[in-house]
DNA sequence: CGCCAGGCTAGCG
DNA sequence: CGCTAGCATGGC
């Protein structure tokens, strides 16, 4: 076995492991601590996650400010990519901390970092996303790794990897329908025949965030928040800002002048507003606000609460 | 029971 | 182009 722990003075900016993973970024870690998925808002503690990345089983916690691995491979490069941990946070969110939203997400969880997330299970993953609860996201996915993914041990235990292009692809509709994909069914196998004869996906990876978004757009089942998710969230387009409802509605309320009709109108303006780590911004928005609202309540009321 | 969820697509004008 | 109806399913 492979170990290993990476110190917090090698972690500008700190680290929240449970913000990371558990915000509606990546819904490829599992939680082994009873709660299995993860969002149930209890505290992870100290609990371990584990994922399949790159075909290496990877399992970390959080001890105080350091970072934890056991894997069956050297993968420090990997979880340092993964999760983000060479951003130097402070740098990049000092910009933004006079707007009072910002301050108080960051200092609420400060140490939350963007993923990034390999690019097929990035895909389907927000393909999955669109009109669902960020709760039943996780157990859709995890469902979708234990079903079709392949299965590899790791001192004594089982753990599933998300299951690649060419199988998806190879599925019939009522395969997935059967698992509550509804409607999206079709978009996933559609997107997966694409991305099968593409398998590295190196055409929909490109330099430019604006035409990477664009070019994203020709996936089934991806529009421009869904090619927003996949740039911010795998492909480390750090200034994509996801224009989802919640997002919306803030913008609407705390920042009047970059809410416009259309999408692209308003991520303009909000990115101008926010700069090149807007999507930062936005992910500790997000967040924050989720979770101020009980999960499942509206911006509305928050808003009328902090007057 | 009705409403809504990290939206997208097709098909209008 | 911009706009909107319809879309599956589960949880409250």
Known sequence: MNSGIISDSSLSGGLDLQAT?????????????????????????TS????????????????????????????EGTIRRVLGLNDDLN????????????????????????????????????ICSSQMRVERIFRMQQKLRREYGE?????????????KPSKLASLKESNLRKMGFGYRAPYVIETAKILEKNE??????LEDYEQNRSKLTELKGVGEKVADCICLFSIGHLEAVPLDTWIRSTIKIHYPSCYHKSYQDTSKSIRNKFGPYAGYVQTYIFHY???????????????????
Request: hydrophobic residues 35%; glycine residues 10%.
């Open 21 to 45: 993973l558990e915000s509606g970024q990546t819904y490829l870690w599992d939680r082994d601590d009873g709660n299995d998925y993860v969002d149930s808002g209890l505290s992870g503690g």
């Open 48 to 75: 371990w996650y584990s994922a399949i990345i790159d075909g290496n089983v990877i399992r970390v916690r959080q001890i105080g400010g350091k970072l934890e691995w056991e894997s069956n491979a050297e993968v």
């Open 91 to 126: 740098e990049i969110m000092k910009e933004n901390l006079k707007d009072p939203l910002v301050d108080a997400a960051y200092t609420k969880y400060k140490g939350m970092r963007i993923v990034r997330d390999p690019f097929f299970a990035c895909v389907v993953s927000f």
């Open 151 to 163: 299965k590899i041990r790791f001192e004594g235990k089982e753990y599933y990897e998300y299951p």
């Open 200 to 205: 590295m996906c190196t055409s929909y990876i």
């Open 289 to 307: 606000l989720r979770h101020e609202a009980g999960m499942t309540g509206n911006i509305e009321s928050i808003d009328k609460r902090n007057k």
